[in-house]
């Protein structure tokens, strides 16, 4: 598969550091993907794309879901982190030609994560934290979890994502996110026991 248009496009639309992260997330995607039997063509495209849209004003982020019907709860309407997503997955359809439901969820999906998660969405979920331009404190605790299973990653993940939040004290804590917790620890002590 040819990426260099797509790789074009974010090129022209981001800044140098985070085309970088793009370009880092989609590499590491597409070796999680290798490792869990994924379509590597898609999840380093969804890599390339989850932020394309992450540089827009929280202004202009309003603005865009306005003038495109995208209907926003008020968690997500006072939340500007969590907008990307959301207007990224539209921005990409509408915009470059994606037309893959799996590519367009995973972007939709990559903050907040969300219960029943595909394989994809779980990829590019886990590639964003991981990816080798990260450098957070817990990084490495986070790139072993993956490297163990796909489900053992995602609820470090969580975890570190949910604590966080909690940590800073002055944020909402997406139902998503939540509910994404629960589903995978459902998973995990339904395999424990
Ligand atoms: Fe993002
Ligand atoms: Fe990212």
Redesign the pocket.
């Known amino acids: 598969m040819d990426f260099s248009a797509y790789e074009e496009k974010i090129k022209g639309i981001l800044s140098p550091k985070r085309y970088y992260h793009s370009m880092r997330v989609a590499s590491q995607a597409r070796s999680l993907a290798q490792k869990y039997g994924a379509d590597t063509d898609k999840a380093y495209l969804a890599g390339m794309l ?2 394309i849209m ?1 540089e827009l004003s929280f202004k202009d982020s309003i603005e865009y879901c306005d003038k495109n019907g995208i209907k926003l709860t008020f968690i997500e309407r006072n939340t500007y982190k969590i907008l ?2 959301i207007i990224g997955a539209d921005y990409i359809r509408q915009n470059c030609n994606i037309n893959d439901v799996d590519i367009i969820n995973s972007v939709r999906y ?2 907040t994560a969300r219960a029943r998660m595909s394989l994809l969405e779980k990829i590019i979920y886990l590639a ?1 934290f991981t990816s080798d331009d990260r450098s957070f404190d817990g990084v490495d605790n986070l790139r072993e979890a993956v490297q163990i299973n796909i489900d053992t990653g995602m609820l470090a993940a969580l975890s570190f994502s949910v604590r966080e939040l909690l940590d800073k004290g002055d944020c909402y804590i997406h139902p998503d996110t939540l509910e994404a917790y629960n589903d995978v620890m459902k998973d995990i002590l339904r395999n424990n026991s």
């Open positions: 989850h932020d992450k990307h997503g990559h903050v964003d």
